[in-house]
Nanobody, 116 residues
Framework: QVQLVESGGGLVQPGGSLRLSCVTS????????MSWYRQAPGKERELVAQ????????NYADSVKGRFTISRDNAKNTLYLQMHSLKPEDTAVYYC?????????WGQGTQVTVSS
């Protein structure tokens, strides 16, 4: 069974930093492209960042480019999102997405709140 467990969210002040983690099991992590999505109250879920299975290519939403970094540790089956210079508009539930045999799977999400 595919399992995706996000962690690392919390309450931070504007300008602060957080690192999110997604610990996975139940599939060959190194074969899967991975993504982070987020969803704020009243808004649609949006793609934040994605990384190919090789780790050699990444893509970012314009709103986070230059502030967030997606990475993966294939030895630990873990996906990361390093977030710097956080803004109130970054407040959302952040979700990890994986693929197994072309089928997408989602974690339960971790809450990030940016507020003074």
């Amino acid at each position: 069974q595919v399992q995706l467990v996000e962690s690392g969210g919390g309450l931070v002040q504007p300008g602060g930093s957080l690192r999110l983690s997604c610990v996975t099991s139940g599939f060959i992590f190194s074969n899967s492209p991975m993504s982070w999505y987020r969803q704020a109250p009243g808004k649609e879920r949006e793609l934040v960042a994605q990384i190919f299975s090789t780790g050699g290519r990444t893509n970012y939403a314009d709103s986070v480019k230059g502030r967030f970094t997606i990475s993966r540790d294939n030895a630990k089956n873990t996906l990361y999102l390093q977030m710097h210079s956080l803004k109130p508009e970054d407040t959302a539930v952040y979700y990890c997405r994986a693929y197994r045999f072309g089928v997408p799977y989602w974690g339960q999400g971790t809450q990030v709140t940016v507020s003074s």
